[in-house]
């Protein structure tokens, strides 16, 4: 796959730049990094349990050989934030999703689920899955990209309606609704 490059085009003063991009098998070690530095409930939170820093590497060596994408956000050369999503099959109908990051800054976080979102439906993707582990802090980002039906721990987010092409986020104080995001 082609490594695609979004960036803020009018950030605002002092605010940090992220820039938005498919990560290549030969960069994931960036993830292994990111995952490595998450507390327990980070990786509770990303992977539904606290695992190994060995267990972190493990999954990270085996994603280049899956069907997996992972876009991440960068700050200068560092990745804050990642989501990964595993189509369940080749025709990638439904994926699951999955968000990891250093904080939760809803900025950054709300542009990887637009760009996750747009990028499933771009494959034919109408519904994504998520595990949210009585995650508060992660629904107001699924419902920031569709409809959430809650099942337990598993959240269903119907993406077919709320794919349009995107213009940035339009609400909170992380960005104005002006914002614009191209492709670089």
């Known amino acids: 796959m082609t490594s ?3 960036r803020r085009a009018n950030a605002h003063e002092g605010e940090p730049h992220h820039n938005f991009r498919f990560l290549e098998p030969h960069e994931l070690y960036r993830l292994d990094a990111l995952y490595c530095t998450l507390d ?3 990786r509770r939170r990303r992977f539904g349990a606290v695992v190994s820093d060995a267990s972190i590497r493990s999954h990270c060596e085996t994603l280049h050989e899956q069907e997996a994408l992972v876009i991440g956000a960068f700050e200068s050369n560092r990745m804050d934030a990642a989501i990964e999503l595993w189509p369940f099959s080749s025709a990638w ?4 999703i999955a968000v990891a990051a250093r904080r939760y800054a809803y900025g950054p976080l709300k542009t990887l689920m637009r760009l996750a979102a747009e990028e499933a439906a ?6 994504l899955v998520a595990l949210v582990d009585g ?3 992660s629904l107001p980002l699924l419902a920031y990209i569709g409809e959430v039906e809650l099942d337990g721990e ?24 002006d914002e614009t995001f191209e492709l670089r």
């Open 4 to 6: 695609a490059t979004y």
């Open 40 to 42: 327990a409930a980070g």
């Open 93 to 96: 109908e439904q994926a699951e």
């Open 122 to 127: 771009r494959r034919g993707c109408a519904r």
């Open 135 to 137: 995650d508060s802090d």
């Open 154 to 177: 598993i959240a269903r987010i119907d993406i077919s309606l709320t794919t349009a092409p995107f213009s940035g986020p339009t609400s909170g104080n992380d960005v104005r609704a």
